[in-house]
């Protein structure tokens, strides 16, 4: 429920907010996340429920911030129209990239937001009730690019409040009251009415 405290641990761990107590194990190992970019060196990315994008920009420039490719000391656009290709065409995201962002719908531009992420190749993928701004087919869609993420090994933490979803999709379910930790356990074991 609101308030629970997932939007805190996610931006802990994206290292967006430091953590008050507790600590962080990644793979075993604690450590200290300091900031976004100790984040993504760390191979954590993050899907944010509202988007954190330049809507007067173009959707290639959208899709590399801050790590465009270059050749002869300037920006390519070849490289990251051919690096980003074959992410939006599973996406299932045909458009022009470089038309600005601001002339796609809210849903093509919250793919776009997931497509930037993973084009950074993260081993953990959070994901902020990613179809929000989603139709059903679009829905489907970030399902199946989410079931091969799954197949490769990249770890998801999906916070969603549609049980029905998180039941298609998920491993484990872990229920958060008040910033604790009330329950995990794996889906097979927990049913729609006991959560």
Partial sequence: ??????????????????????????????????????????GIGI?????????????????????EPTRRGLISLSDMEAQSHDMLGQLGLHVDVRQPLSRLTIGEQQLVELCRVLLENPRLLILDEPNSA??????????????????????????SHRLEEVFAITD????????????????????????
């Fill in 1 to 42: 429920e609101n308030g629970a405290g997932k939007s805190t641990l996610m931006k802990v761990l994206a290292g967006a907010v430091k953590p008050e107590t507790g600590r962080i194990l990644l793979d075993g190992e604690e450590v200290t996340i300091a900031d976004p970019n100790a984040a993504r060196q760390r």
């Fill in 134 to 159: 989603l139709n059903k087919r679009e829905t489907e869609r970030l399902f199946a690019v989410l079931e091969g993420l799954r197949r490769r090994g990249i770890t998801m933490l999906y916070v």
């Fill in 47 to 67: 899907v944010y429920q509202e988007l954190s994008l330049f809507p007067e920009r173009s959707v290639l420039a959208n899709l590399f911030v801050n790590r």
């Fill in 172 to 195: 484990r379910i872990t229920i958060t009251r008040n910033g604790r930790d009330v329950v995990t356990k794996p889906t097979s074991d927990l049913s729609i009415p006991q959560v």
